[in-house]
């Protein structure tokens, strides 16, 4: 029976061995699959392509708008046991202070995906009508939401290894405007007769 048991235990330790061998993020080479199929991606390398999303996604917008970008921001990703895999999702938020009202809601979105269709992108299917998103051949991704008040959120996102800090980069590059009570103001505050 102890043999049984020590080689049933052999065998388990020897599987996940071998599993955890191949579950680990890239070393940071940017391009590497981690062993849940995600394309991980150096941490350098994220985010310049996260400012290239956001960047070409809102200049693809004519004419053009306002806005403002929130700093970087890395969420730890959990395994199915809750432990932390190694990776991070990285992301950074740009908000549309042109207010865009009801009547361009899809000329926006329309000018959105004809610019990801044209570098390549796959959009996603089975958004809402006021969200559309988008993965680059490099695995990043991006996604464009329209908010009741015609608040527009452009959202740009990789998986790298986890950094260990939510602000891998520190503060947004220029403040976001502030509220009232003291907060962030990501709602749009410009009117242009083109978009709003």
Known sequence: M??????????LVLVLGLGSAGCG???????AVGGSGRTVVALDTAKSRLQELVAGTTGAL????????????????ENAARGNDGTAQLTLRRYVLTRISDANRSRLLDQVEAYWKGRGYTLHEGGSADEISAAAPDGTGVTVTIGVPGNVT??????????????PFGPAPSPLPTAKDGGPDTMPSFEDPAWS
Request: hydrophobic share 45%; aromatic share 6%.
């Open 154 to 167: 452009v959202v740009a996102d990789a998986w790298v290894q986890d950094p260990r800090t939510t602000a």
């Open 25 to 31: 993020s890239s070393g940071g080479d940017g391009g």
């Open 62 to 77: 004519s004419p053009a708008v306002r806005y403002a970008d929130d700093a970087f921001r890395a969420v730890p990703h």
């Open 2 to 11: 102890r043999l049984r048991v020590a080689g049933a235990v052999a065998v």
